[in-house]
């Protein structure tokens, strides 16, 4: 089995994120998939997205758009 | 003439150290490697061309390793000839051959080498920009400048006016974030620009005497609410921050959050006379062709693009003035005196909390006050102490630059919620037969006026209703006073259930003093209630004492460790004023006040900060 690298992208761990930890995941190629060093997650890509997506929920206005008083 | 000042800055830098670590994947580490030159002088050109399609000039802050290369130095010639753009020098991007061979270090942050490395490397670099530009640079900056530097630096190159100088909030929490990695420990800063004093960079200067002669700018104009709780790199206005945090659609690539941010920049101008600032900083390493993490390059190039473009649209509305460095720095000298403060009333344009934060700093303190917490203080830096920190390699500080905090409900706690202890926080309990209910448990709302010198935060009166029946309406005002190392808290019962009865109002500050989330030695302080012959001494020995004095003049405690001298007063002939000393499991001591009110009766409090020795 050969070492891991990079995959595509340079995903993050989405279960590490949540808890505010950049880890780049690393992408082992036999079984298509990406994991963590640090913790225990693991995943295809398209549950790495998909938790990416879950871990926006803690940005309740990330959509909205405010106004300020101007003093120009 | 709009006062919102925008600084974009552009490094070349030739060996971004996140890149190499990205595209060298696989690879032996080599910061000369030719591709990565190549691509990132590509990207510079890249994000110089983008703020210039939309009428944006820029400082290029040259690294060492640029000055090396023609193509990069023919580049900055070009755009300042045509644009106007400022040629400044920075410290940041050090690593490359020519300075590896010369250093024999790996260390590329400024602030970390020893101050005789700091003196050499400074020399070198300045000299070599000097023989490639002909003159010195105005501008300079990294991450942090320390004290020593920059006074070595306005000393050695006069020219110099204005640095970058500190990432604010940027500490413990983006350790943290980078797996505890990412030695960028400078928590405790102003977020606006400021002149720094010679004794720490933190600190504004509160007179000429303690002027270091330049203009500091943060890096990036960071989220006062986000940052305050998160990782710093997710929450600036620098659009690859907020990709990093992912505040973004991932479908549509769109992020409003990004132009919210630098509205709300813009927005306090209506607490600070009128002026307002962004900063926007940026090196090549976040634009890899590669992507960065998650986001593709097509990504990366929009969110920079639409950055330069949104700035760029407030600037033809005249919304904006772009501003180099060195025209920022004298524009805010004349803007600016030297005690007055920046203040910024910041509300959650993020988490759809809507929390709202109040950010006080000037030469003698810098405070944030929680209207999510009754109006409670949550942070408190001692800046009257002026406490001289060096950093670097030789000092006791070889990494950390943080200014230590009194208070960080962060790092130690805040309001408590867990088993045992107490958590650092300055607020106020009511007490009304056997009942009481802290403040910190009202949320509410401020607002903000100035009277003369004084900037005056007033919160939303809030209700306490005790089980016992009786229901009090209670309004806080703090009152800062521009040159003073006090802060005034009025509470006053503006309604009671039942006019008869009296309360009593406990006011408290619960401190210790940091950097980090773990405890330091207490050891050495020293807890005093004034009051003639009545007066008591406690020398910290986690041993739980405390003591209450009637008609006391003062309650304070001294910290030797941060030359820093705590005290409050009080008004009311029956106050009585208290200290307690804590213990190994809560290393945290509290000084405080206690009066009986009634209805339309005002307690009022003063916290002061002054230098111990």
Not at chain 2, 306 to 334: N, S, V
Request: aromatic share 14%.
């Amino acid at each position: 089995m050969a070492q891991a690298g990079k995959g595509r992208l340079n995903y993050r761990c989405p279960s590490c994120f949540l808890r505010d930890i950049d880890m780049d995941m690393f992408y082992d190629r036999d079984r298509d998939e990406y994991y963590c060093l640090r913790c225990q997650y693991r995943g295809k890509e398209a549950d790495v997205l998909a938790k990416n997506e879950l871990a926006r929920f803690r940005y309740g206005a990330m959509h909205r758009r405010f106004t300020f008083e101007e003093e120009d | 003439m709009s006062s919102f000042i925008l600084n974009l800055i552009h490094r070349p830098e030739l060996s971004p150290e996140y890149a190499e670590k990205l595209t060298g994947q696989g690879r032996e580490e080599e910061p000369g490697r030719k591709a990565l030159v190549d691509e990132s002088l590509e990207i510079f050109k890249t994000q110089q061309a983008l703020a210039h399609k939309y009428g944006l000039r820029t400082t290029i802050q040259m690294t060492y390793a640029s000055l090396f290369c023609p193509e990069a130095v023919a580049l900055a010639k070009e755009d300042h000839a045509a644009y106007g753009d400022e040629i400044g020098l920075s410290l940041l991007g050090l690593p490359c051959e020519q300075f590896r061979e010369k250093y024999r270090t790996k260390d590329f942050c400024i602030w970390m080498f020893s101050l005789e490395d700091k003196k050499a490397i400074v020399r070198d670099v300045f000299e070599k920009f000097h023989e490639i530009f002909g003159f010195y640079p105005a501008s300079t900056g990294s991450y942090y400048m320390d004290a020593d530097l920059i006074n070595f630096i306005k000393a050695e190159y006069p020219s110099v006016s204005c640095v970058i100088a500190t990432c604010w909030e940027e500490g413990p929490k983006a350790y943290h974030t980078c797996n505890n990695s990412w030695y960028t420990l400078m928590d405790g800063g102003p977020w606006a620009p400021w002149i720094p004093s010679k004794a720490n960079t933190h600190a504004p200067a509160a007179n000429a005497a303690e002027d270091s002669g330049v203009v500091a700018i943060p890096h990036l104009s960071r989220d006062l609410l986000a940052c305050y709780d998160g990782n710093g790199s997710n929450f600036g206005t620098h659009p690859q921050n907020v990709l990093r945090g992912m505040i973004y659609d991932s479908q549509t690539w769109e992020y409003p959050y990004l132009y919210n941010l630098i509205d709300q920049y813009r927005s306090l101008a209506r607490y600070n006379d009128g002026l307002a600032y962004n900063m926007m900083f940026v090196g090549p390493g976040w634009m890899n062709k590669a992507g960065r993490w998650e986001q593709p390059y097509e990504l990366l190039y929009k969110a920079y693009e639409d950055g330069c473009a949104y700035y760029g649209k407030l600037k033809q509305e005249g919304k904006l003035q772009d501003m180099t460095m060195a025209e920022f720095a004298a524009y805010y000298r004349q803007r600016k005196s030297y005690t007055t403060p920046e203040c910024a009333l910041w509300r959650d344009i993020l988490y759809g909390s809507d929390k709202q934060l109040f950010w006080y700093c000037d030469p003698y303190m810098r405070v944030c006050v929680n209207m999510d917490q009754g109006g409670a203080i949550v942070d408190l830096r001692p800046y009257a102490a002026k406490l001289e920190w060096p950093v670097g390699i030789g000092t006791p500080h070889v990494q950390n630059a943080s200014y230590p905090f009194l208070i960080q409900e962060k790092y130690r706690a805040g309001y408590f919620t867990h088993y045992a202890g107490e958590g650092t926080v300055r607020s106020a309990k009511l007490c009304w037969r056997g009942e009481e209910a802290d403040l910190c448990l009202c949320r509410t709302k401020a607002s903000f006026r100035r009277e003369g010198e004084d900037r005056i935060l007033t919160l939303d009166p809030v209700e306490i209703v005790f089980a016992g029946g009786l229901r009090v309406k209670l309004q806080t005002a703090h009152t800062f006073s521009e040159g003073s190392a006090n802060l005034r808290t009025d509470r006053r019962i503006l309604w009671q259930s039942d006019p008869a009865e009296t309360v009593t109002i406990r006011e408290y500050l619960t401190a210790c003093y940091g950097t980090t989330e773990y405890p330091e030695d207490m050891s050495s302080l020293t807890l005093h209630v004034e009051a003639g012959e009545e007066s008591v001494t406690i020398p910290y020995e986690y041993r739980c004492r405390e003591a209450a004095v009637p008609g006391a003049e003062e309650v304070s405690c001294t910290l030797p460790p941060i030359k820093t001298r705590v005290s409050m007063l009080a008004n009311g002939r029956d106050r009585v004023g208290f200290i307690r000393e804590g213990y190994a499991f809560s290393p945290m001591f509290t000084l405080g006040w206690e009066r009986k009110l009634r209805e339309q009766e005002v307690f009022t409090t003063w916290l002061r900060l002054e230098r111990a020795d």
